[in-house]
């Protein structure tokens, strides 16, 4: 009977969640025609250091980092029309994943990095797409005789905000990532466009016209569309937020120059510009920074705190196979205000923290509730350490639903035997 639990649970503790990021440092990708077509760059956050990373001779834009830093998506011509690629976050490693006579562009990585959300006009006009990272499993999203186009993650995972032009003119819209719930969230008769989800999911910063035909300005708002806040008054978009969401990087053709890329605090306030080149400077999109606080989507399992078992609960954080040369160190874990009582590694899953808690300790929580266990950490990987938070929401029930075998001592138990005894 025992071995039965053991292999259930071996099942259920097979998790993945977010991809770290690799040795990648906080960058500013871009696009320019300094070298006579478009062509993908990086640079640091102050405009040092732009080093080029497309060494095709065709067009590639509309580059985008993975939200792990260890990637790139972009578009490019290279095959004759516009296709999606992908690219490590030197420029090696260049990968083409969609196949399709139309042309396929504005790619989207989402928070999980699991999807891929772009615009594709394969069916005759364009609308919104998803697909696996490596190309496969292609879903159509919108079904509209309009044009929908920029697609946008929330950090959540869970909704993408679009233009699309089906009432006349761009508008901003919001669809569910399984093509539920669609809304429009602007109402203007100017062209909103290219919005930008902030990374605590608050705000969407946009371009949009409504101050003049030929007059380019960044906005932002509420999700819902209200809170309407104008932020720049030269001629400007492209807005893209940075990890920590303290500031946004946009491009400008302010003074009616060349486009060139600046920065700016979420309030508008403080804007710097960092390239300066009398080629195009464009399409910017902010990379994490992977030495600072990463944000780790924590998954814990098992879903639930069973307060009728005897002793404990065992919860569990495990690292993706990519890095299974990685460390990962918890260092602090708390349920209802209770630390846990061990740490632990299992000897037949190396990737994978265990966390133990004892039930008695676990105070003021109701059967039936949710209760978060906020989570943070280091991951070693090839000579850099990154710090991570991160939390979950399990269920508390009380009723028995089996109850290990009791033990005195939780410290004098190895990682096998509470991982066959105390997970319930």
Known sequence: MKKWRFCILIILFVVMWTVLPSAAME????????????????????????????????????ARWSPDGSKIVFKSQRDGNFEIYTMNNDGSG???????????????WSPDVSKIAFSSNRDGNYDI???????SNLIR?????????????????????????????????IINADGTGESRITTNQADDFQPAWSPDGSKIAFTTNRDGTWTFNIYSMNTDGTGLSRLTLENDGEPAWSPDGSKIVFQSWRN????????????????????????????????????????????????TINLGSKGYFLAFVRLPEAYKDASIDIKTVSCSGAPAVRMMKMKIFPRMVGFVFKTSELKGIESGKRVILPVTGELKNKG???TF????????????????????????????????????
């Open 256 to 303: 009616n120059a060349i486009p060139q890329i600046y920065t700016m605090n979420p309030d508008g306030s403080e804007q710097t510009r960092i390239t300066f080149n009398p080629a195009a400077d464009a399409n910017p999109s902010w990379g994490p920074d992977a030495l600072t606080n990463v944000p780790l989507n924590i998954k814990i399992v098992p879903k």
């Open 129 to 135: 797409f998803l697909m696996n990272t490596d190309g």
């Open 27 to 62: 960058k500013i990708v871009f696009c320019s025609t300094r070298d006579g077509n478009w062509q993908i760059y990086t640079m640091n956050p102050d405009g040092s250091e732009q080093t080029r990373i497309s060494l095709n001779p065709a067009h590639n834009s509309d």
């Open 384 to 386: 850099i350490t990154y």
């Open 94 to 108: 260049v990968t083409r994943i969609t196949t399709n006579p139309a042309d396929d562009m504005y790619p989207a």
């Open 389 to 424: 938070t991160g939390a979950d929401s399990v269920k508390v029930i009380s009723k028995l639903t089996w109850q290990p075998d009791d033990i005195k001592d939780v410290s004098k138990e190895s990682d096998d035997q509470l991982f066959k005894k105390y997970s319930v």
């Open 141 to 173: 999203l919108t079904n509209n005789p309009a044009d929908d186009n920029e697609p946008a993650w929330s950090p959540d995972n869970k909704k993408i905000v679009f233009k699309s032009n089906r009432d006349g003119n761009d508008e901003i819209y």
